[in-house]
């Protein structure tokens, strides 16, 4: 499976974007990008995932570079609830979907 | 359409016991897979089932071991438990149709404590 580095933690303004970068310089061409987020001692929570097009739904934005070896994650209007740990997966274990999860990056919401 | 049920919520256990957690997968799903996370660290895969059998695993010591039943519900066992045997145990679930890695859920874990 691919790496991705992410920064160790965030901070962001309530109200405004949250940008999360994510880079995954060894993806191969089958691999996935995915978002997850984790809040406090819940189950990590689906965000969105792409392969190389950028992709929107209610939640976030995903914009991957052309070479694919990089991502942000958009949560466009932050608010407290967005507080949480981001993890970045890259997935393609085709009939075998073992996600690897790194550290992630701890986002806080400041009010 | 209901979401990944994992049951109980919370679990105490001494050293060397056994311990049986339970996940149901969301409707439509037939893949179960578990994942351990300890205390700051990310989950780490245990293993996955898929229609009832193993369809991969991690780096986990056989004393971990799975079920997966006909309405691929699962569960989770684990014998003679350690110390480091404390996490938070997740269950997620996907519909493994193959060609795609499948996006999967996640339930709201299990946490375990061994004392």
């Known amino acids: 499976d691919a790496k991705t580095t992410q920064p160790t933690s965030m901070d962001c303004a309530e109200g405004r974007a949250a940008n999360l970068p994510c880079n995954h310089s060894t993806i191969s061409g089958n691999e996935y990008v995915y978002w997850y987020r984790q809040i406090h001692s819940q189950g990590p929570q689906y965000i969105i995932h792409g392969l190389k097009n950028n992709e929107t739904n209610e939640m976030a934005s995903l914009i991957i570079t052309e070479d694919r070896k990089s991502s942000t994650l958009i949560l466009p209007h932050a608010t407290l609830r967005d507080t949480a740990v981001y993890y970045c997966i890259v997935n393609a274990n085709f009939g075998n979907e073992k996600l690897t999860f790194g550290t992630g990056t701890r986002l806080t919401i400041i009010p | 359409e209901t979401g990944v049920t994992q049951s109980p919520t919370h679990l105490i256990k001494t050293r060397g016991q056994q311990v049986t957690l339970r996940c149901s997968s969301q409707?439509?799903?037939?893949?179960v897979s578990w994942y351990q996370q300890a205390l700051g660290q990310g989950p780490q895969f245990i293993f996955q089932?898929?229609?009832?059998?193993?369809?991969g695993r991690g780096n986990f010591p056989p004393r971990f071991s799975g079920l997966q039943f006909p309405n691929y519900s699962s569960e989770l066992n684990v014998n003679a438990l350690e110390l480091d045997d404390s996490a938070l145990y997740l269950c997620a679930s996907s519909d493994l149709a193959g060609g795609f890695p499948e996006t999967q859920y996640f339930g709201p874990g299990t946490r375990l404590l061994v004392l």
């Open positions: 089932y898929y229609r009832e059998e193993e369809n």
């Open positions: 409707s439509g799903h037939n893949t």
